[in-house]
């Protein structure tokens, strides 16, 4: 064979020696970002025809393939990585066999764009089943229109296929969100990283993949129930408002590589379930901070734990920096839900959503008898 031009060639042998479902490791699927081009007989315009015409994927309904800077109407297209992506139609999904280990957890990745609807969603689910998950992406997050959301799912098998639908129902056909770079994380179960915090990923240092070139950090859904939590050991609990999971790389983190920002104000809560003695006082740590990405006001984290209830007010000037605070309460039942939301929320001059950053999170037992009162503290 003469290369005269050597990375078709090598995508080829790529695709010719890897046609078995590789095992997942951390990062993209293979061809996670749709940079392998389907064949063009097997296009019409912009449409993906064959069912297996992109490399590693199988596509049902009407699927587009787009590349960056084409245009729709007035509007431009870009793509997060590379230069192109796919954007599903009415009823229409994306599939592809990953391997994984049976009984492990996963987190799955990934970027979405809405286009022409308001309010656009996505089923993101594993087969065989039934773990499933409906992703909104009504809410513009970010200024580039481009937002990345995790979900996550307990491996029932060791091959399984992962789904993104859309089970739109626009007018236009053509009308459904863009879809670029998927990607996978094992997740290993929550331990307490320190003996004494009964929290378990209380740094929040065990999450979703982030991909290196997002600098929009990655939102985490709220939970269903039963669901598992792309954030081991926590659960977002909302109507359909996300919290955004930041990293040192792109943000400023008050402790470790990892954080989480609470953009959504009230509407949004994070929580975690610890089993506590009735009666026993325990302390809640945690520090409140700003992520460096320009949320500039006073913003207010406010902690619930048993009966307990601390507000914490941080006044951000956008640029980083955060405040350690505390909260002792008695138990009152042998599971305490450690609560954290934020009072408000910050729309910042570009439009997008932002507000105070949660992260360290600590809880220890101080006593062994019930105190006579409780009492709020603040460091
Ligand atoms: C593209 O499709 C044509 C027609 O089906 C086929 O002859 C050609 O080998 C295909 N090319 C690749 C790279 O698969
Ligand atoms: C391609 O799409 C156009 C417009 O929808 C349609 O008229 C045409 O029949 C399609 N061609 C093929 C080969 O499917
Ligand atoms: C998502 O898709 C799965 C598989 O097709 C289906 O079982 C599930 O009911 C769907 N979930 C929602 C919320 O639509």
């Known amino acids: 064979m003469v290369a005269n031009n050597g990375a078709p060639v090598v995508a080829l042998l790529l695709l010719l020696v890897s046609a078995a479902a590789r095992a997942a490791g951390d990062g993209l699927l293979q061809n996670g970002n749709f940079e392998y ?10 449409r993906v025809m064959g ?10 309904g009407f699927v587009e393939y787009i ?50 609807a308001q309010s656009e969603k996505l089923n ?19 200024s580039s229109g ?36 998927v990607a996978i994380k094992t997740l290993y179960p929550p331990q307490a990283t320190q003996t004494d915090n009964m929290l378990k ?15 929009w950090g990655v939102l985490l859904p709220p939970n269903t129930e039963d669901e598992h939590s792309p954030l081991p050991g926590w659960m977002v609990l909302s109507y359909t408002k996300a919290v955004k999971y930041v990293d040192s790389a792109h943000f400023a983190v008050p402790h470790g590589a990892r954080a989480v920002e609470l953009v959504s104000g009230l509407e949004t809560a ?31 984290v406010r902690a619930y734990a048993g009966e307990g209830c601390t507000t914490v007010p941080y006044n951000s000037q956008g640029t980083g920096g955060h405040t350690r605070a505390s909260l002792e309460f008695a ?7 450690v609560v954290f939301v934020s009072s408000s929320y910050i729309t910042k001059w570009d439009g997008t959503l932002c507000g105070p950053v949660v992260d360290d999170v600590s809880l220890v037992c101080v006593s062994q008898q019930a105190p006579p009162s409780r009492r709020l503290l603040r460091l």
């Open 270 to 300: 994070l929580m975690q379930e610890v089993p506590t003695v009735p009666g026993r006082s325990y302390r809640l740590e945690f520090s409140v901070g700003d992520a460096g990405d320009s949320c500039v006001g006073s913003l207010q």
């Open 331 to 337: 138990a009152v039942a042998d599971v305490t839900r």
């Open 51 to 60: 069912e297996y015409a992109i490399p590693y994927w199988k596509v049902t």
């Open 146 to 181: 481009w937002d990345s959301y995790a979900w996550a799912f307990k491996a029932k098998r060791g091959l399984v296929s992962l789904i993104i639908h859309n089970h739109g129902e626009d007018d236009d056909p053509a009308c459904g969100p863009l879809i670029d770079s």
């Open 124 to 142: 993101v689910s594993v087969a065989p089943g039934p773990e499933s998950g409906e992703l909104p992406i009504q809410t513009v997050y970010t």
């Open 67 to 116: 590349a960056s800077g084409q245009k729709q109407g007035d509007m431009l297209l870009t793509v997060p990585e590379g230069a192109h992506a796919v954007r599903l139609g009415n009823e229409a999904s994306i599939q592809q066999q990953i391997s994984v280990t049976r009984g492990m957890y996963y987190s799955i990745t990934f970027s979405a764009a809405r286009t022409c």
């Open 37 to 46: 081009s389907p064949n063009k007989s097997q296009m019409n315009g912009t």
């Open 201 to 215: 990923n209380g740094d929040f240092e065990e999450g979703p993949y982030v991909f290196p070139n997002a600098r």
